[in-house]
């Protein structure tokens, strides 16, 4: 049985509306078990680009916060594959008392430690301009947390509603 047999009736319930119910946080967990790690992603995209949800900085400001120092780094370098370090350093520079970060970055790739002291805020500043020149920066963001399906779970029953909504969208092959 397919994880879109299993999960199907569970899913259509979310379809087209992405309203959340009282269960959406245990339909969640129970979907992210089952469905694919693409599943999982192309719901994670929608939720990061619906109107219904809090714009993606946002978003991942608040998931970078809950992330792990590995974690962060990984986002981190992701985005600044796009945005660049100069980005970074301006935007550590500007938050106050960073500078020496900033310095050090020196346009390598972050470390989980450097990471660690990256205020989420400046996450959101970041992604807002990653975003801005390169719009499937989402896509690859939610590549990477399909693979940590309990710091998705932190976006709250709203957005999860909306990523099982997109995860239907996958399912009926409109992704």
């Given amino acids: 049985m ?4 299993q ?3 569970m899913l259509q319930q979310y379809a087209g509306s992405g309203q959340a119910t009282h269960t959406t946080e245990d339909d969640f967990e129970r979907a992210s078990q089952l469905a694919p790690r693409d599943a999982l992603s192309s719901g994670l995209s929608e939720a990061f680009r619906s109107q219904n949800t809090p714009p993606f900085p946002n978003m991942l400001g608040q998931m970078f916060g809950n992330s792990n120092g590995m974690q962060r780094a990984n986002i981190l370098n992701t985005l600044l594959s796009v945005a660049g370090p100069a980005l970074l ?3 550590l520079q500007r938050g106050g008392g960073m500078g020496n970060l900033a310095g050090m970055l020196n346009g390598g790739q972050i470390t989980p430690q450097q990471a660690e002291q990256i205020p989420p805020e400046a996450v959101e500043e970041l992604a807002r301009e990653a975003e801005h ?6 896509d690859r963001v939610s590549d990477f947390y399909s693979e940590h399906p309990t710091l ?3 976006l709250g029953a709203a957005a999860l509603a909306v990523a099982m909504s997109g995860m239907t969208k996958q399912k ?3 992704f």
Avoid: E, H
Wanted: aromatic share 4%; no cysteine.
């Fill in 7 to 9: 999960l199907g009736g």
């Fill in 152 to 154: 998705i779970k932190t």
């Fill in 2 to 5: 397919s994880w879109m047999d």
């Fill in 172 to 174: 009926r092959g409109l």
């Fill in 89 to 91: 350093s301006s935007v």
């Fill in 133 to 138: 020149r390169d719009p499937s920066i989402i």
